[in-house]
């Protein structure tokens, strides 16, 4: 079965600086999606950014882009910039190509310091 | 922006209650998806619909759960004779289905079980 490992429950930066979130999965898998999605405090789940397992180059949104190492299994999300409305958790999701049963991490708390 | 939508999104019951929500996915979209999240946890996939037809259930879905989407528009989820472990927040989510099939949250329901 695929499982989402989020091995930093908290991690903090301070304003403007740049800070990475790890993720990694374990998948037999060759077609698959891995996603970040981003959930503020008591409010609705959103997509941060979006990578699909065949393409070699890195997806960037803006200040967000990930380092994906398919061989290694490691997708992880890089914040530049960051900003007070950063904080939030973070969640990384792996869906496979042969179904639509998305698996989540169990997240990483991030804390913006001003 | 008429995005996902979901009723109530708070809701207390007494143990043993038969409860039911209520989920609008986005217009144009044809797959629907139910998540339940526990607190400081990632969400785990529950059921997911492709316009009307149920075509994944996750072993998560106990006999006491049920979801309809009778028109392929809204869906419903109902859970009979709620226990404690059922609270929770119940997340929908829905996908146009094409490509990397991006799964679009709603502010989720929050489950209290005296």
């Known amino acids: 079965a695929q499982t989402v490992t989020q091995s930093q429950p908290e991690m903090s930066v301070q304003e403007a600086e740049t800070v990475t979130l790890s993720c990694t999965y374990d998948t037999s898998e060759s077609d698959y999606y891995l996603f970040w999605y981003k959930q503020p405090p008591s409010r609705q789940m959103i997509l941060v950014i979006r990578q699909e397992a065949y393409k070699q180059q890195n997806a960037t949104e803006n200040r967000f882009s990930v380092n994906f190492q398919k061989a290694a299994k490691s997708f992880s999300l890089k914040i530049s910039d960051s900003q007070l409305g950063d904080a939030a958790m973070y969640f990384c999701a792996y869906r496979s190509d042969n179904n639509n049963d998305m698996r989540f991490g169990a997240g990483t708390r991030l804390t913006v310091k001003p | 922006d008429t995005g996902v939508s979901q009723d109530p999104r708070h809701k207390i019951t007494k143990r043993g209650q038969n409860v039911t929500f209520r989920c609008d996915p986005i217009?144009?979209?044809?797959?629907l998806y139910w998540y339940r999240q526990t607190l400081g946890q990632g969400p785990e996939f529950l059921t997911y619909?492709?316009?009307?037809?149920?075509?994944?259930k996750s072993r998560l879905l106990s006999d006491r759960f049920s979801a309809e989407r009778p028109k392929g528009s809204f869906s419903t989820l109902e859970i009979q004779r709620t226990e404690q472990g059922d609270s929770a927040m119940y997340l929908c989510a829905s996908s146009l289905g094409a490509g990397p099939d991006t799964q679009y949250f709603g502010p989720g329901t929050r489950l209290t079980v005296l």
């Open positions: 619909f492709q316009n009307e037809a149920q075509l994944e």
């Open positions: 217009s144009e979209h044809n797959r």
